[in-house]
């Protein structure tokens, strides 16, 4: 059924990524030959806060995600080089969404909370990435 599964993970929600993942293992168990790519989105580091961070921290915070994103893809059981991952920097979902875009993806599996009047007021990424990407979402709550 679907062929290319792209996962936002938050590497500091592992309830929320697990869930996720779940579902989106149980769509790729349908397609002997169905691809997983986890996104980790880190954030870009404030003009203002420049001066007061090691100049190399954008690669060690990439460093770090890669490696917590790679033993994530580890304990995926999918076959050899049909789960991967990849580090970007910027904002939540126009991230995801170009990854989705570029991997070219047929699905994006975002695990979300439950709305709150906060997530209503302010929006959420899950909200925004079902809204504006081209390819089908699952959106993964509790």
């Known amino acids: 059924m679907y062929k290319k599964i792209l996962v936002p993970v938050d590497l500091s929600e592992s309830d929320m990524t697990q869930l996720a993942l779940d579902a989106a293992l149980a769509l790729a168990a349908t397609s002997a030959d ?79 909370h439950r709305p709150t009047m906060a997530t209503y007021l302010l929006g959420s990424n899950a909200k925004t990435i079902v809204r504006h990407a081209k390819c089908s979402v699952l959106v993964a709550r509790q």
């Open 34 to 112: 169905a691809q997983l790519r986890l996104v980790n989105v880190q954030p870009l580091v404030p003009v203002a806060f420049v001066d007061y961070i090691p100049p190399n921290f954008d690669e060690e915070l990439r460093e770090l995600a890669e490696k917590d994103l790679a033993a994530l893809a580890e304990k995926i059981p999918l076959p050899p080089g049909r789960a991967t991952s990849t580090v970007r920097f910027g904002a939540v979902y126009p991230e995801v969404l170009a990854e989705a875009e570029d991997w070219g993806a047929d699905l994006v599996v975002v695990g979300s």
